[in-house]
């Protein structure tokens, strides 16, 4: 069973061919970076995955299920298994970092007790402990992405989408930020990183998808950034 | 089901802590909503206990020939009362009436005069009839114009009264017209001055609801505090908008009453106090659930 699959996606907004018959399969436990310019569309296959758009074209499978035929349920469902890490961060303004991570638990059902042991772990994996009752508004640009890490990590996802994660990010925090997702990805979480840093897809040496004009132009085992 | 519960008003209690302002603000626009709704709530009641008291002044009288026997009279009174659209009928004999009119005309010399040299009493004894409802008194006058003993009466003073009968009837007819277009129109600005309040402060939060869906919760789960939070605000805004109208009734109600008794606003307010209770703080949870749903729903999409 595969865990993405992507089957002659085509997606256009206004008119305008944003991605054109793409298709491609991404394995359990898998790390994929998907790399091409800005406005390539790397961000629209992370919208599509989580049903925040649908493909003008093709369709999406996840474990084996199409998910344009999900109900608003098992979309609320498929958004639990997929966590989504961005460039600005998106965490909950009114809620501190605690909150934050106990408020992903609670809409996935977890129970108080699990909510108040796994927290402070969460927080003390992304060093974070001393931040628990911090609002976002408090948090560096790299607190903040670790805090989102935590929260994605909360719901135990089977995939994590990442953004282009480091964007906003100084190189200390950046490689802190990599050094994390592939901590998590060793521990059996597939991983898609959509990026256009070089450097970061050439240090990791993973699986790379290069994107071009809507299509894919190169999708290589342990691949490097050629555009 | 009770732990979503709980969650979803931990969500409402904290929501309201940390965006005071934003819910202060909110609550302060319904109020103001709820003030509009129930001052023409009081307004048309009171208005309606006016044109009633007017009615209820209204009345017919039949005079008799002087020679009518007091019973005879009596008797017609009896037969009058048989009649179905007639409420209540006062008889008032010769000496009575002029007790009356003297009494009334204590300050008029030239007319105690006018009587002293009179030496007799010129007064009729008469029937005051009120009507259950004023828009028979004409059917009662064709009845008593039809009857037997309508050779035995002098006048029948229906003339005098039935134009301003006529005119109360017309203006209740275009009150109740307008007063309830008016309602309605007021209902209608409440409902947008409450919306657009409750719509502008959860625009505000568009970002955490998008947040949220991003993180598979449910609509429900989203939703769930935003809607204890509208009802919450009108149930607020109710208990303000009674503190407000409490007092001023309490202060206005007299002025009004010296000015003019037949507006009876403090009798009307206390003795419906239950239902304006009701009414308003029905409509405030209305209010703030239809708007928190509404506005909510417009950033709710999958």
């Given amino acids: 069973m595969s865990l993405v699959y992507f089957k002659n996606i085509s997606k256009s907004y206004n008119g305008n061919l944003i991605l054109d018959n793409i298709s491609f ?128 990590l909360a719901q135990r996802p089977e995939l994590i989408l990442a953004d282009e994660p480091t964007g906003n990010l100084d190189p200390i925090n950046k490689w802190e930020i990599i050094k994390l997702l592939s901590k998590i990805n060793e521990l059996g979480t597939a991983i898609i990183l959509a990026t256009h840093d070089k450097e970061i897809v050439n240090t990791l040496n993973k699986r790379v998808i290069s994107l071009e004009n809507g299509k894919i132009v190169r999708d290589e085992k342990e691949g490097k950034y050629i555009i | 089901m009770f732990i979503s519960l709980k969650r979803v008003l931990k969500t409402f209690w904290q929501g309201i802590l940390r965006n005071k302002s934003l819910f202060f ?38 005079y008799f020939e002087k020679d009518m026997p007091e019973e005879d009279i009596l008797k017609i009174r009896e037969e ?82 039935q134009k301003i009968i006529e005119r109360i009837n017309k203006f209740t007819k275009a009150f109740q017209l307008i007063s309830f277009s008016v309602i309605i129109i007021l209902v209608i600005i409440s409902i947008i001055i409450t919306f657009n309040t409750i719509r502008m402060a959860i625009h505000s939060l568009r970002q955490e609801i998008e947040i949220m869906q991003l993180v598979g919760a449910s609509f429900w789960f989203i939703r769930g505090p935003f809607l204890i939070q509208g009802a919450f605000q009108g149930l607020i805004s109710s208990v303000l908008a009674l503190l407000i109208l409490v007092p001023t009734i309490l202060w206005l109600g007299p002025k009004i009453e010296n000015f003019a008794p037949e507006i009876a606003l403090s009798l009307y307010f206390w003795s419906n106090f239950g239902y304006i209770v009701i009414i308003q703080t029905c409509f405030g949870l209305f209010l703030g659930l239809i708007s928190s749903f509404w506005a909510i729903n417009k950033y709710l999409k999958i």
């Fill in chain 1, 25 to 152: 399969v991404i394995e359990p436990g898998e790390f994929v970076s998907l790399v091409g310019r800005s406005g390539v569309g790397k961000t629209t296959i992370l919208r599509l995955l989580i049903r925040e758009e649908k493909p003008t074209k093709g369709r999406i499978f996840f474990e084996d299920k199409d998910i344009s035929k999900f109900s608003p349920r098992e979309v609320f469902i498929l958004r639990r298994k997929i966590g989504m890490i961005f460039q600005d961060f998106k965490l909950l303004e009114n809620k501190d970092a605690f909150e934050n991570i106990a408020f992903a638990m609670e809409v996935s059902g977890y129970s108080e007790e699990s909510i108040y042991r796994d927290v402070p772990e969460l927080l003390k994996l992304v060093g974070l402990e001393k931040r628990a009752n911090n609002f976002p508004y408090q948090l560096s640009a790299g607190e903040k992405q670790r805090l989102v890490i935590a929260r994605v």
């Fill in chain 2, 25 to 62: 603000a909110c609550v302060l626009m319904m109020t103001l909503s709820l003030l509009i709704f129930t001052a023409t709530l009081i307004f048309r009641g009171v208005s309606f206990k006016l044109i009633e008291a007017l009615k209820s002044k209204m009345d017919l009288i039949l």
């Fill in chain 2, 80 to 161: 009058l009362l048989a009649n179905p659209l007639i409420s209540e009928i006062n008889y008032i004999s010769q000496e009575e009436a002029l007790a009356i009119f003297k009494e009334r005309n204590k300050t008029n010399p030239t007319l105690q005069k006018v009587l002293e040299e009179l030496g007799e009493n010129p007064l009729s004894a008469s029937l005051t009839i009120r009507a259950k409802d004023s828009k028979n008194y004409q059917e009662i006058v064709n009845y008593i114009e039809n009857s037997s003993f309508k050779d035995k009466l002098i006048n029948i003073n229906l003339a005098e009264n």
